[in-house]
């Protein structure tokens, strides 16, 4: 496959991917509007807690899935400026492998895995 190619490609499932995340996002920014509205409505002190705990995981996944999509638009405009699949530390290529399997990375291997050994530390 030629890199025009897999740019190609990689655009494809980038754009895929923003476009689901975007769905995830509003369809959680509507349960959160849905379950704000019905809040209160129940006074057993249980039901309070369930809201509580639903209402934290459903921030949680937008908080994910805002962060994913701010990671996935970051790698579209890479590919834009014709640095994706360049490593942001070494300035090294990234492994098509690696982009494959996370399209939006944005370090090589090495690099990767250097600053996880110094995370642990």
Do not use: K
Not at 14 to 29: S, T
Not at 39 to 46: E, L, R, S, W
Not at 54 to 76: F, G, T
Request: net charge negative; charged share 30%; glycine share 4%.
């Amino acid at each position: 496959m030629t890199p025009t190619t897999f740019f190609a490609a990689q655009r494809e499932r980038l754009e895929a991917e923003r476009d689901a995340l975007l769905a995830e996002i509003a369809a959680l920014d509507r349960e959160h509007a849905d379950r704000e509205e019905s809040a209160g409505i129940g006074n057993v002190v249980a039901e309070e807690m369930a809201e509580t705990l639903a209402r934290e995981r459903d921030l949680a996944l937008r908080s994910n899935a805002r962060d994913l999509l701010e990671q996935v638009n970051a790698a579209l405009h890479r590919i834009d400026e014709g640095t994706y699949g360049i490593c942001a530390s070494c300035g090294g290529a990234i492994a098509a492998e690696r982009l494959e399997a996370l399209p939006y990375a944005t370090l090589c291997i090495s690099c990767q895995s250097a600053r996880e050994r110094t995370r642990r530390w």
